[in-house]
């Protein structure tokens, strides 16, 4: 369980990037935290696992401050993949890469072989096992930031931006694959300005602004809330924004999925004729 | 008339065992809006870098085939000559901004065509202002967020005012409100003054209503070309992976069911007042 009590922090330029936050994600939810840029949420998401401390206020994980335990210890439970890959990745290999935090955490060599080739084949990028990360492009860059995460299988994850750079089908098994590992019962952390995504996922959403909770609640609420939106703003999935132009028609306007959409229309279409 | 002209362009990189674009035959003409798109790893940021001359001058390589941009043989002409026509807006803003403020970063390429002193602190101000960053003059780039960083990449490159544009998923790292603000200005330049614009994208949902052109690659090669209206509706976009937009989505589910929109629709705007008037007659 991720506790944020009262957590303000500045950083060390005086720029106050959090002021007063206080969530609560237990274990086994899924979360997207979403919001204009700069509004504080990579901030936010780094006191997850430690690589930033609260100037006031405290994060506990599992009940522990984040301030008692190192990064190091955290990272076992917490993963962090990070907004650019070119931040996380250094080895000369992909293979390399992923070993790299399996290695530290002092798993056996068999261990090791064995989850760098689970990692490698979930994120579909077996075939790049002996390149350089370097020679790849920047979405398969990011899969492989995301493999070396998961590699050693924390509990909590935590993914800045996933599904920049990733084409559609490369989206979708993403989407399949962060579903599949909530119904493992992870907690997953997912910060984003991609509201199709969030639309499709329709996990538990925060707002943030301005280094603040603007709102808390289920993406079909919170999508579909205009006003709320412009104030982080985001715009309105685009099912939502048809079915907001709409409303004259007594349609609902909560509507960000596409298969209910095409119910709901059918229905109105087929009751009436 | 063609700005862009390839033929039969094929690159490999060097020691890569395969090229990464092959026989790629496309024209671009001025003034359209091309979006660049297909999996990830097919090929766009490779043939974007072919547009202004870093392949093969920079990457070195192979380089097999013709292209010609701006009426320029580009295997003929050094990457600085390129610069003078060609805008390439990079997909990650690190890769870019270098200097010690904003302002000296957006100067960079202006300073290198010697222009005056007074006009080129006039077109700095007047890129800041397009891509809404003027109040980041005097900050130093590497300090920025990442959507900020994409904004100091893009004003680098309008002020130049170069008569192609090349934008690798330049929105990528901002919010969808400052997303949709930099299509604008990209819209804008593109129509106003007519500078040819290519945009790798992924996002169609926010970027469909802007171009007139899609072309899609896959593996390498151009496998679709055409205005959205046609690709999007497409079965082979599907096949490859493309993200059709949720409004062409909503239609085609429609469709399935037995509902036939009058057109397809590629915007939200278009699905609406399609769906009205179906509504209307039920």
Redesign the interface.
């Known amino acids: 369980m991720l506790e944020v009590k009262d957590l303000f922090y500045a950083y060390p330029?005086g720029l106050e990037a959090l002021k007063g936050i206080n969530l609560t994600v237990d274990d086994g939810e899924f979360l997207a935290v979403m919001?204009?840029?700069?509004a504080g949420k990579t901030t936010l998401v780094k006191h997850f696992n430690g690589l930033l401390k609260p100037t006031s206020g405290e994060v506990l994980v599992d009940g522990v401050s984040t301030r008692d335990v190192s990064v190091a210890k955290l990272a076992r439970t917490v993963g962090f993949v990070f907004?650019?890959p070119?931040h996380q990745l250094f080895s000369e290999s992909v293979e390399e890469e992923i070993a790299f935090a399996l290695k530290n955490f002092g798993f056996e060599e068999t261990v090791i072989e064995k989850q760098v080739t689970w990692a490698l084949n979930l994120l579909d990028v077996l075939e790049y096992r002996k390149t350089s990360p370097f020679?790849?492009?920047?979405?398969?860059r990011k899969r492989v930031a995301l493999a070396s995460i998961l590699a050693w299988d924390p509990n909590v994850i935590i993914l800045d931006?996933p599904t920049?750079?990733?084409?559609?089908?490369?989206?979708e098994k993403l989407q399949q694959f962060i579903l599949q590992l909530n119904a493992q019962k992870k907690t997953v952390v997912v910060v984003t300005?991609?509201?199709?995504f969030v639309a499709e996922c329709n996990p538990r959403v925060i707002l943030m602004r301005q280094g603040k909770v603007l709102v808390d609640g289920k993406a079909e609420k919170i999508l579909t809330d205009p006003e709320l939106l412009?104030q982080?703003?985001?715009?309105p999935?685009?099912?939502t924004?048809?079915f907001l132009?709409?409303a004259d028609?007594g349609l609902p306007t909560d509507v960000i999925d596409?298969?209910v959409?095409?119910k709901v229309?059918?229905n109105?279409?087929r009751g009436?004729? | 008339m063609a700005v862009i002209k390839t033929n039969d362009l094929t690159y490999t990189?060097p020691g890569a065992t395969k090229p990464s674009i092959e026989k790629v035959s496309l024209t671009i003409n001025k003034g359209d809006f091309v979006i660049l798109?297909?999996?990830?790893?097919?090929g766009k940021?490779t043939l974007c870098r072919c547009f202004n001359g870093l392949v093969p001058h920079f990457y070195n390589g192979k380089l097999e085939g013709t292209l010609t941009v701006a009426g320029l043989d580009v295997a003929e002409h050094q990457i600085y000559e390129l610069a003078r026509h060609v805008g390439l807006v990079f997909?990650?803003p690190?890769n870019q901004l270098f200097a010690l403020s904003v302002e000296k970063d957006v100067a960079f390429g202006l300073e290198n065509f010697a222009m005056p002193r007074e006009e080129m602190r006039k077109r700095v101000e007047w890129a800041l202002k397009m891509a809404g960053i003027s109040e980041l003059a005097e900050r130093p780039p590497h300090?920025l967020?990442?959507?900020?960083q994409q904004r100091v990449a893009i004003a680098s490159v309008l002020a130049m005012q170069p008569d192609i544009m090349i934008l690798d998923?330049p929105t990528?790292?901002?919010?969808?409100?400052?997303?949709?603000k930099i299509f604008e200005v990209i819209n804008d330049l593109n129509k106003k003054l007519g500078i040819t614009t290519i945009l790798v994208e992924?996002?169609l949902?926010l970027a469909a209503k802007y171009a007139n052109h899609v072309i899609v690659m896959d593996n390498g090669k151009v496998a679709l070309t055409g205005s959205p209206r046609e690709i999007f509706s497409s079965e082979e976009a599907r096949l490859i992976?493309?993200?059709?937009?949720?409004?062409t989505?909503?239609y085609q589910?429609?469709k399935k069911?037995g509902?036939e929109l009058k057109s397809v629709p590629v915007t939200?705007?278009e699905?609406?007042n399609l769906?009205?008037e179906?509504?209307k007659n039920?």
Request: proline content about 4%; glycine content about 12%; overall charge negative.
């Open positions: 330029t919001g204009q840029n700069g907004q650019n070119d020679m790849l492009s920047g979405g398969e931006e920049i750079g990733q084409d559609h089908q490369q989206k300005h991609d509201v199709e412009l982080a703003s985001i715009v999935p685009q099912i924004q048809i132009e709409l028609f596409v298969h959409a095409t229309l059918l109105r279409l009436q004729s | 990189y798109t297909g999996p990830s790893g097919c940021t997909q990650n690190e300090e967020s990442g959507g900020q998923e990528s790292f901002l919010d969808p409100l400052g997303a949709e992924h996002r949902d992976g493309v993200g059709i937009p949720k409004a989505k909503l589910h429609l069911n509902v939200t705007e699905a609406a769906l009205r179906v509504l039920a």
